[in-house]
């Protein structure tokens, strides 16, 4: 019965402004409307990654939670983990509305929101509150405004540390001017040294990951991926949104913005893959991830775990649960005991 409900306000949600529907959508959460039971595991299915062990490795990506008002809705969800923000020092509006915009000929979104969030400390006083057994972690983002983007990242870090599992830099996201200009090899190494200073301040050192464009040349990945062994990070989030708009065919493909969705998914693997050869950091995999079969085909590719965020605009917020059980069928029809044992073992079809 709950999935039946899920699927008629799902059917409505879509009816209405996609921005207005993500509100909705998080208000359902924040009431107790959604899926429930807890996180879908199996002894497949358990993954240990960055010293964190997760129930399963299907997360929520960042941006759909973004300030932490749902967290208690999410706990209570199939995901193995969720990450939170992207979250800036100083409360900022983003960019202006429209700025969300669905593209259902293709399965995709675009969004230019410009890292629209509540600030660090608001949202350090719902962390105080956290449900308690989630793996939870923040996306950590700089402000439009600010004259030292790197300092920001450092910032937010030694303020949410405290309260998180992990923390993912976010230099890649294409709706802040000149923020993927960080990825230089040059700034990121100063970016991440600040970042780590910051992290050894922390009364718990967590993990930190660089979450990468889907748009960098071959020279520029090869160049990121020895930044982020040399800075000693925990892992990499590939992928972030594109600039691409090859093949769209929804009236909106013409809007600024990052694409995501399934357009991303061969463009984002194949990024995973070849840095999966550059670099012995963990990957999680984003991009495109809609079905038990995308999420097997990434894990193949190079990733330990995965996120989803836009296929839940299309299929709802019980489709984590569909994916990890798929998943978990997958893994034994193929004959592996672990996810870990799986990871890579696909690499070659991708590169």
């Known amino acids: 019965m709950r999935r039946v409900i899920e699927q008629a306000g799902l059917k409505a949600l879509q009816r209405m402004d996609p921005e207005a529907a993500h509100g909705l959508a998080l208000k359902a959460l924040q009431a107790g409307i959604g899926p429930a039971g807890g ?37 209570q969800g199939p995901t193995g983990f969720v990450e939170i923000g992207a979250v800036t020092p100083r409360p900022q509006e983003g960019n202006p509305r429209p700025r969300l915009f ?15 969030n509540d600030g660090m400390e608001v949202v350090a006083a719902r962390l105080t509150n956290r449900p308690k057994g989630m793996v939870l972690g923040v996306n950590l983002g700089a402000n439009k405004d600010s004259e030292d983007r790197a300092g920001d990242f450092a910032t937010v870090l030694g303020r949410l540390g405290p309260f998180v599992d992990f923390a993912t830099v976010n230099v890649s996201s294409p709706n802040t001017e000149r923020l993927r200009d960080l990825q230089g090899r040059a700034a990121l190494s100063a970016l991440l040294a600040r970042v780590m200073e910051a992290r050894a301040g922390l009364p718990r050192p967590i993990p930190v990951l660089l979450k990468i464009a889907p748009d960098l040349t071959e020279g520029e990945l090869a160049d990121v991926a020895e930044v982020a062994t040399a800075a000693d ?36 693997t194949r ?7 550059l670099t012995p950091l ?13 999420a097997f085909a990434k894990i193949r590719a190079g990733a330990s775990a995965v996120q989803l965020y836009t296929a839940m605009a299309y299929g709802g917020l019980s489709l984590a649960a569909d994916i990890a059980r798929g998943l978990d069928a997958l893994l034994a029809r193929h004959g592996f005991a672990t996810v870990a044992s799986a990871v890579g073992t696909g690499r070659g079809d991708w590169l």
């Not at 002894?43 to 932490?68: E, H, I, S, W, Y």
């Not at 708009?245 to 463009?267: I, M, N, T, V, Y």
């Not at 963990?282 to 995308?294: H, M, N, T, Y």
């Open 39 to 75: 996180p879908v595991t199996s002894a497949r299915l358990r993954t240990r990654l960055m010293g964190l062990d997760l129930p399963n490795p299907v997360g929520v990506a960042a941006g759909f939670d973004k300030n932490a008002v749902a967290l208690r809705g999410l706990a």
């Open 102 to 116: 669905r593209l259902p000929e293709d399965r995709a979104v675009i969004n230019r929101f410009g890292f629209n």
């Open 233 to 268: 990070l925990s892992g990499i989030v590939a992928t972030n949104t594109t600039l691409s708009r090859d093949g769209l065919r929804g009236a909106h493909a013409g809007e600024k913005g990052g694409l995501s969705g399934a357009p991303l998914f061969e463009r984002s």
């Open 271 to 277: 990024v995973l893959a070849r840095l999966s050869t």
């Open 282 to 294: 963990p990957l999680i995999g984003v991009g495109g991830v809609d079905s038990a079969e995308a």
